[in-house]
């Protein structure tokens, strides 16, 4: 078998670099993507390793770059990719990328604080002018006299709360005004600011408990939303002024105002100053647009000159940063001038790996050629499964169940033409499958734009890696859809109907429930291809048809499956040399397979072939006997039940007699499969023990698989320690009655393709009938806007519900059937995957976590 069928042959090499090469061989090493190293200092602390000092500078040039990626996306600034990926630079190199990034992260943070200043100092500024503005008509208010003013207090200082508690309260007035009701003597000191508005409430409420009540406030609304020059948001605020008299209050009050984080500004008595201060204010505004203009302009030129190089400065960075982190699982010699590593290679990339290694050598100038030497082990290697974009996906559907072990049979090839076979069974409809179809052809013509917008969409992200997948799955629903003559609960009339009624049209139009007679009715040969479309109309036993159909097909295709399964473990025997589990585990597998559901099928088509409703008696649709009573009574030995005169009670000569045979022969071969296997292990240890020759490694053989033709790795673990005769007892005794119950009720579980396909044919005769129906049967302009809406909400239930989710439902069906059914009779997927070094798949992940962040 070639690797498409199998793991590719791994070989465990070690590597001797010279201190000066070795970077740029790693490096090499990178972009090829074929190597995995293992770390030889397992015990050393990271922080204790050769290249610790590099690896951490690579972190704080990876930072910077991230601090600038945030400031770019921040200003929605597009930045440059073009899908090349550079060399990894020299190590000389590293220190004009750390001055690089230095220089530019400490222009751009002077320019962000200088920016946040500017707009603080315009924050201040627009507060102030709005507190100048507003406060004036305060003062204005004053200028109305001494009652009016003191009757605005006395309005403003009943609040919620007092309103609230019931309070009874006469007029309110402030201390100073009992001593005087002279105009000159009313003039108390009082304070201005901003606050937050929502803060209000409890500010004045916080206002009226302190200080008793002896406060006058006003408050007004600035009207436009103001920007917090710390982080950019906007925020509502409200200006405010507040009236008291005396030193104690007013303490009171500032450490009130200081609580509630408002800002408190100053705001001249005499309106002449507060003209002049108001004009001198709005002069420095326009002064701050200008220079707060010109920052920006600046830090928008600075941010686009990094954004042509950021992400090339990150893959260089990512790249160098990778190198030292290999170079750190390296051994240095006692001479301190060669670096020696460990790593796995596929054995047929070996001369690819050496070229690679000597353009490393060139590129350092060093003269010294690096040495690869193949080791010899008996350590289980990694898995490696070659793929391309298109079997890619099947892999991953493999692999979710579990990585196959070393060298053994993969199912992913296999994968690609069953799985959405067994998923078109289920979903078999025209005009659905030709929507998924579509769908998958427009991601795999768009595949490259599409792959190019990175995206942390999750749901996306697996459309479209599955995008082969939903492409066959929806070409062989297309199949199936034509196969059962059904597209969206239709039927197709391409050849005509094979049926003529020989009822006149009155009769047939007025009796819904009549069936034509197949014998009488039917004329010429069988339909050409698919269904009849007349099944269509026939409301009386199309589902009764139909089942029969499908759950017989399902039964077929199922025992097909597994029993495909079962012959890919004789594969699995041949190549690991396991003698012993091709004879007593395989063979009896299979012939128990075979004589009970394999037969079972060939009855089937038995009956198919010699029964026919045109037929005379014995072989009409009378005398059919029922296929599952016919295998109920064969694994009982009953005896058949009477049958109708004329009719046979068997289908064929000898039926009886070879039953009773299959039978006894596959319930014979359950005791083989139980203990052929464990006895021969116990007598090869017991010949062992007797003639004391060193012949562990025939009998490790004998029990896990043996040696594979890769010559020094061992299949299934030939050399690791014995395992107990009682523990291989145990599990060959749950290993066969998984087996035999399993082929029971595996055989029972590929009637899910039946059931589900069944399911989605009514879901959509459903939906035609209650919902694209109605708007079919109206008339005239009014029935044309009827059906627009109608059709429209068919087609939203129809790609929602029918297409989506029940796509997604026979999907999961389809996994079971193919991890639990089939894979179960031959794939152990106990291996571990091939982790290459590759530049290409840091750079992925690196991009996918900074789009995470």
């Known amino acids: 078998m070639g690797s498409l069928f199998r793991s590719e042959e791994m070989a465990l090499c070690q590597l001797f670099l010279q201190s000066e090469a070795a970077y740029a061989c790693v490096s090499e090493l990178g972009e090829l993507g074929l190597v995995q190293f293992r770390d030889l200092n397992p015990d050393v602390n990271a922080f204790q390793r050769k290249f610790v000092n590099e690896v951490r500078r690579c972190d704080e040039m990876e930072r910077k770059l991230r601090y600038l990626e945030k400031e770019i996306k921040k200003d929605g600034i597009p930045m440059l990719d073009t899908g090349e990926s550079p060399e990894a630079p020299q190590p000389r190199e590293m220190i004009d990328l750390e001055a690089t990034f230095e220089k530019l992260e400490n222009e751009l943070r002077e320019v962000n604080q200088n920016a946040e200043a500017l707009k603080r100092n315009f924050l201040e500024l627009t507060e102030l002018k709005h507190i100048l503005r507003k406060t004036q008509v305060f003062f204005d208010e004053q200028e109305g006299g001494v009652n009016q003013t003191t009757e605005s207090m006395t309005r403003a200082l009943i609040t919620d709360e007092a309103r609230t508690a019931g309070a009874s309260m006469g007029p309110v007035q402030l201390g100073y005004m009992e001593k005087s009701n002279e105009r000159e003597d009313f003039m108390p000191c009082f304070v201005a600011g901003v606050i937050l508005r929502e803060r209000l409430p409890a500010f004045e409420r916080m206002l009226w408990r302190a200080c008793r009540g002896n406060v006058f406030l006003r408050q007004a609304m600035i009207e436009t939303p103001l920007e917090d020059p710390t982080n950019g948001d906007q925020v ?54 200008t220079v707060l203009g010109q920052t920006q302009d600046h830090r928008h030129r600075v941010l686009v000159a990094a954004a042509k190089n950021l992400k090339n400065w990150f893959v260089k960075v990512r790249k ?61 290697p990694p898995t490696y499964n070659r793929t391309n974009k298109f079997t890619k996906a099947f892999q991953a559907l493999i692999d979710a169940y579990g990585v196959a072990s070393y060298r053994e049979m993969n199912p992913a090839p296999y994968t690609i033409i069953t799985f959405p076979f067994l998923f078109a069974v289920m979903f078999g409809d025209l005009g659905h499958g030709a929507i998924m179809a579509l769908f998958g052809l427009w991601m795999i013509r768009k595949e490259k ?69 197949p014998k009488g009715d039917y004329e010429g040969a069988p339909y050409p291809f698919g269904m009849d479309p007349i099944w269509q109309v026939a409301n009386a036993n199309k589902i009764i048809f139909h089942n029969a159909y499908k759950m017989k097909i399902s039964i077929i295709f199922g025992v097909i499956h597994m029993i495909f399964g079962v012959i890919m473990s004789w594969h699995n025997h041949t190549y690991f040399r396991n003698r012993i589990s091709m004879i007593y585990e395989f063979i009896p597998q299979l012939v128990f397979l075979l004589l009970l559901f394999f037969y079972m099928v060939l009855l089937m088509f038995i009956k198919w072939i010699k029964f026919a409703a045109t037929n005379e008696k014995p072989y009409n649709e009378a005398c059919a006997p029922s296929i599952l009573i016919t295998f109920i009574d064969m694994v009982l030995f009953n005896t058949p039940k009477p049958v109708p005169e004329k009719c046979e009670v068997y289908m064929f000569l000898g039926q009886h007699f070879i039953q009773v045979l299959f039978v006894l022969v596959a319930v014979g071969c359950i005791p083989v499969m139980l203990l052929a296997k464990p006895l021969l292990i116990m007598q090869a240890r017991k010949q062992a023990n007797e003639e004391v020759q060193p012949i562990a490694g025939a009998t490790s053989d004998a029990e ?85 809406c109608v059709f429209a909400f068919w087609a939203i239930l129809t790609v929602g519900i029918l297409v989506l989710m029940e796509g997604l439902s026979a999907f999961l069906h389809t996994l079971r059937l193919h991890w639990v059914e089939f894979q179960s009779k031959f794939y152990k997927g106990q291996g571990y995957a091939f982790q290459p070094f590759s530049f290409d798949a840091i750079i992925e992940n690196g991009a996918a976590g900074t789009d995470a962040e």
């Not at 408002?262 to 002064?287: Q, S």
């Not at 990175?454 to 799955?473: C, H, S, V």
């Not at 009637?751 to 009514?762: C, D, F, G, K, T």
């Open 236 to 289: 509502h605020k409200s200006v405010f002024i507040i009236f008291f008299q005396g030193d104690q209050l007013k303490t009171r009050v500032k450490k009130i105002c200081e609580g509630f984080r408002a800002t408190l500004y100053p705001c001249p008595e005499a309106p002449a100053d507060r003209r002049e201060m108001a004009m001198g204010v709005m002069t420095r505004i326009e002064d701050l647009n």
């Open 320 to 380: 160098i940063k990778a190198i030292y982190h290999t170079l750190n699982l390296f051994n240095l010699d006692v001479t301190q001038k060669c670096l020696i590593a460990e790593c796995w290679v596929p054995l047929l990339d070996i001369e690819t790996i050496q070229l690679a290694l000597r353009r490393g050598t060139e590129r350092s100038g060093s003269s010294v050629p690096p040495i690869l030497n193949r080791m010899q082990t008996f350590e289980n």
């Open 449 to 517: 734009g599409l792959a190019a917008q990175k995206t942390d969409n999750e749901i996306w992200n697996i459309f479209f890696g599955g995008r082969y997948i939903i492409f066959l799955m929806g070409v062989f629903s297309m199949y199936t859809g034509l196969i059962y003559n059904d597209i969206f609960s239709k039927s197709l009339n391409i050849f005509g109907s094979h049926w003529h009624m020989s009822y006149n049209k009155s009769t047939v139009m007025e009796n819904k429930f009549l069936q034509l007679n």
């Open 704 to 788: 896990t698989g043996g040696v594979s033709n890769g010559g020094s790795h061992g299949g299934g673990g030939g050399h690791e320690e014995e395992e107990e005769l009682s523990e291989i007892f145990i599990h060959q005794s749950i290993h066969t009655i998984e087996y035999v119950l399993g082929s029971v009720s595996h055989t029972a579980s590929y009637l899910r393709l039946w059931a589900l396909s069944l399911a989605h044919a009514q879901l959509a005769e459903v939906l035609w009938t209650m919902v694209l129906s109605i708007g079919l049967k109206q008339e005239g302009w009014v029935g044309g806007v009827v059906l627009t």
